[in-house]
């Protein structure tokens, strides 16, 4: 599937949802694909600025890394927000 990035020509193709045969956890896919953090950061980042329609913006990219990285560190220092937001992987 692709996409047209606002303001430009240019389609994008996006990444594809992982799909599995049965019912899998979030968790358990990502573990299944072997995406290291700092990529599965990236393809959230990327994948939240697109729906924007705001992608050749840097602020909106360190905004919604931000959000997001601050619900990772509540999640690791609160019990009611790691109930919230899950838990980091190895916390």
Do not use: H
Not at 10 to 36: D, E, F, N, T
């Amino acid at each position: 599937m692709a996409r047209l990035i606002s303001g430009s020509s240019a389609a994008v193709k996006m990444p594809a949802c992982p799909a599995s045969g049965k019912q899998a956890s979030p968790s358990s896919l990502i573990a299944a694909s072997r995406i290291g953090e700092r990529e599965l950061l990236a393809k959230l980042v990327y994948a939240e600025v697109m729906s924007t329609g705001f992608g050749d913006d840097f602020l909106v990219y360190a905004s919604i890394t931000w959000g997001v990285m601050n619900r990772v560190w509540l999640g690791e220092m609160s019990g009611t927000m790691r109930r919230a937001y899950g838990r980091a992987s190895g916390a």
